[in-house]
């Protein structure tokens, strides 16, 4: 299920990123008292009460700024509250409501989004000091006092922002339910892939680069089981993205990958492997999705006995960045392979779900170091004394050390490609955590 998205806008230097960086519970915005110095959006993950939303912090907006800079800011706040479930909006208890203020309040309500009202920098204990009450004239509901330093009030603004959410019970989530983002370049079939699973047209086909603009989601159940397919816009080079909505299309197809489960890569086979293949395919690693590789337009590709063996290396070879990830060759013209397409998207998910027992994987663990020996420096030997499973999806594997700085990341290579030969782990990424013996993780 998608994590609802809560945007913090307001004027410049009424201490929005500290806000963000409170919540969050990490320092991830730069936090300066130079108006202005956060400039695009930035995201981060928060819970509360045992529900987690995605929180976007916003550069300062200046409604009739004509500088570049600053009114390329205002576009990026514009963004976030149109991907917004629910806004905050941050003003100045020291600085009282300004016709900034006013105008953006203005601005925010046209939205029809719901709209919580942060009164900053209430720093001192006691008694709700007289100039609060002041906001009241913005018309934006009973505002709420917070310290964003010291964390007084956080509490009452987070209930605020969810009582804006309306809570998806378990009820309302089928676990069986397998979530499937396709994504790729523009033009590479995406749309034509989904509309082919549904037998309907879901989404509008083209021949028109980025003809989809928003993340689309389909229910599709079927002999292979229940899966929501996400169709998603076409993900270009960023220096090409000019269009606002299609600035904004971008953030939902990356939102996209963020709540699947699967991600099938599409490349197009007439076209053959780009650079922004590998871009969009970074992406789905980054997050630790579970990856499938599909060449699409394979019907009109000329063929003879070699082509797709030839295909497959040179895709292995560009891809040696995830060599984990499946490769298969569909025409979501005319459905070829689309049943082999599920299977896989059913085994890779197991396999980005699949848990080890701590006994096998130190059993594996004492094979590969008695066949190669770990690394030394400077007469110091690398000794592992043992390896567990901290989580999955993308399987996480945490392994003690006497020294982590030996642990090359070539050897980390070597111990996941043993793991690898035993369980497989085919179409999902693998990360280690290094410690050294003594440390948490």
Same mark, same amino acid.
């Given at each position: 299920?998608?994590?609802?998205?809560?945007?913090?806008?307001? =004027?410049?230097?009424?201490?929005?990123?500290?806000?963000?960086?409170?919540?969050?519970?990490?320092?991830?915005?730069?936090?300066?008292?130079?108006?202005?110095?956060? =400039? +695009?959006?930035?995201? $981060?993950?928060?819970?509360?009460?045992?529900?987690?939303?995605?929180?976007?912090?916003?550069?300062?907006? !200046?409604?009739?700024?004509?500088?570049?800079?600053?009114?390329?800011?205002?576009?990026?706040?514009?963004?976030?509250?149109?991907?917004?479930?629910?806004?905050?909006?941050?003003?100045?208890?020291?600085?009282?409501?300004?016709?900034?203020?006013?105008?953006?309040?203005?601005?925010?309500?046209?939205?029809?989004?719901?709209?919580?009202?942060?009164?900053? %920098?209430?720093?001192?204990?006691?008694?709700?000091? /007289?100039?609060?009450?002041?906001?009241?004239?913005?018309?934006? *509901?009973?505002?709420?006092?917070?310290?964003?330093?010291?964390?007084?009030?956080?509490?009452?603004?987070?209930?605020?922002?969810?009582?804006?959410?309306?809570?998806?019970?378990?009820?309302?989530?089928?676990?069986?339910?397998?979530?499937?983002?396709?994504?790729?370049?523009?033009?590479?079939?995406? #749309?034509?892939?989904?509309?082919?699973?549904?037998?309907?047209?879901?989404?509008?086909?083209?021949?028109?680069?980025?003809?989809?603009?928003? /993340?689309?989601?389909?229910?599709? !159940?079927?002999?292979?089981?229940?899966?929501?397919?996400?169709?998603?816009?076409?993900?270009?080079?960023?220096?090409?993205?000019?269009?606002?909505?299609?600035? @904004?299309?971008?953030? =939902?197809?990356?939102?996209?990958? !963020?709540?699947? +489960?699967?991600?099938?890569?599409?490349?197009?086979?007439?076209?053959?492997?780009?650079?922004?293949? #590998?871009?969009?395919?970074?992406?789905?690693?980054?997050?630790? %999705?579970?990856?499938?590789?599909?060449?699409?337009?394979?019907?009109?590709?000329?063929?003879?006995?070699?082509?797709?063996?030839?295909?497959?290396?040179?895709?292995?070879?560009?891809?040696?960045?995830?060599?984990?990830?499946?490769?298969?060759?569909? #025409?979501?013209?005319? $459905?070829? =392979?689309?049943?082999?397409?599920?299977?896989?998207?059913?085994?890779?998910?197991?396999?980005?779900?699949?848990?080890? #027992?701590? *006994?096998?994987?130190?059993?594996?663990?004492?094979?590969?170091?008695?066949?190669?020996?770990?690394?030394?420096?400077?007469?110091?030997?690398?000794?592992?004394? @043992?390896?567990?499973?901290?989580?999955?999806?993308?399987?996480?594997?945490?392994?003690?050390?006497?020294?982590?700085?030996?642990?090359?990341?070539?050897?980390?290579?070597?111990?996941?490609?043993?793991?690898?030969?035993?369980?497989?782990?085919?179409?999902?990424?693998?990360?280690?955590?290094?410690?050294?013996?003594?440390?948490?993780?």
């Amino acid at each position: 299920m998608a994590k609802p998205v809560v945007a913090i806008v307001g =004027r410049p230097n009424v201490g929005k990123s500290t806000l963000f960086n409170k919540l969050i519970g990490k320092r991830l915005s730069i936090v300066d008292d130079t108006p202005g110095v956060t =400039r +695009d959006r930035i995201y $981060g993950d928060a819970e509360w009460r045992g529900r987690k939303i995605m929180l976007v912090d916003t550069g300062g907006i !200046e409604p009739k700024a004509d500088d570049v800079i600053l009114s390329g800011m205002r576009d990026q706040a514009q963004l976030a509250i149109d991907t917004a479930e629910v806004i905050i909006m941050v003003v100045d208890l020291k600085s009282g409501i300004t016709a900034t203020d006013s105008e953006i309040a203005s601005m925010l309500l046209k939205s029809g989004k719901p709209i919580v009202l942060c009164v900053n %920098k209430c720093d001192g204990l006691g008694d709700t000091p /007289a100039e609060f009450y002041e906001f009241y004239n913005l018309g934006l *509901g009973d505002p709420i006092p917070v310290s964003s330093v010291h964390g007084h009030g956080t509490g009452d603004l987070l209930d605020a922002v969810l009582e804006s959410i309306p809570e998806v019970s378990f009820d309302d989530e089928d676990e069986d339910v397998i979530n499937v983002a396709v994504i790729g370049k523009p033009n590479a079939g995406k #749309s034509s892939l989904v509309n082919r699973i549904c037998g309907e047209e879901r989404s509008i086909v083209s021949d028109i680069a980025g003809t989809t603009r928003d /993340a689309i989601d389909t229910f599709v !159940e079927n002999k292979f089981g229940k899966y929501n397919m996400i169709d998603t816009a076409g993900l270009r080079r960023q220096s090409r993205i000019d269009d606002k909505i299609e600035k @904004y299309s971008v953030l =939902r197809a990356k939102m996209a990958v !963020e709540r699947a +489960d699967v991600c099938v890569i599409m490349i197009d086979g007439a076209e053959g492997f780009t650079e922004q293949d #590998s871009k969009v395919a970074g992406l789905a690693l980054e997050q630790g %999705k579970a990856c499938i590789i599909a060449v699409n337009k394979w019907d009109i590709v000329e063929k003879d006995g070699q082509t797709m063996d030839s295909f497959r290396k040179r895709l292995t070879n560009d891809f040696s960045f995830m060599s984990f990830a499946p490769i298969i060759f569909i #025409s979501a013209k005319t $459905g070829q =392979r689309i049943d082999k397409l599920f299977e896989l998207i059913n085994f890779v998910r197991l396999q980005n779900t699949m848990r080890i #027992s701590t *006994g096998k994987l130190n059993d594996i663990l004492a094979d590969a170091t008695a066949r190669v020996q770990p690394p030394s420096d400077k007469g110091k030997r690398l000794k592992i004394y @043992y390896i567990t499973q901290a989580s999955t999806c993308p399987p996480t594997f945490v392994c003690f050390c006497n020294n982590a700085q030996l642990f090359h990341f070539s050897y980390q290579r070597y111990i996941e490609n043993q793991i690898r030969t035993v369980f497989g782990l085919e179409g999902t990424p693998v990360r280690f955590i290094i410690r050294e013996r003594g440390e948490k993780y």
